[in-house]
C-alpha cells in the first residue's frame, strides 16, 4: 500500500520539527552548561570591572576637584 503524498508531507514536517526542535533544547543545554560552569569566573571579572570603574569615576572626582580650588 502507497502512501499518500499529504501524509509524506505530514510526516516530513513533523520529523523535521521534532529534529530542530532537539537540536534547539541540547543547544540550550549546552550553553546552560557552560554558563554555569563559568560563573565564578563571570562573577569574579563582573566585580573587577566594577572596583576599576569606581576607582576611575573617584580619582577623575579628585582631579576634578583639585582643579576647580
Not at 5 to 27: D, E, G, I, K, M
Not at 31 to 58: D, K
Amino acid at each position: 500500500m502507497k502512501t499518500s503524498p499529504w501524509r509524506r508531507a505530514v510526516h516530513r514536517v513533523r520529523t523535521t520539527t521534532a529534529a530542530t526542535r532537539h537540536a534547539l533544547t541540547h543547544r540550550g543545554r549546552r550553553i546552560r552548561h557552560w554558563a554555569f560552569a563559568r560563573r565564578r569566573t563571570a562573577l569574579s571579572q563582573m566585580l573587577r570591572g566594577a572596583c576599576f570603574g569606581s576607582g576611575s569615576g573617584l580619582i577623575t572626582l579628585t582631579i576634578y576637584w583639585l582643579t576647580r580650588r
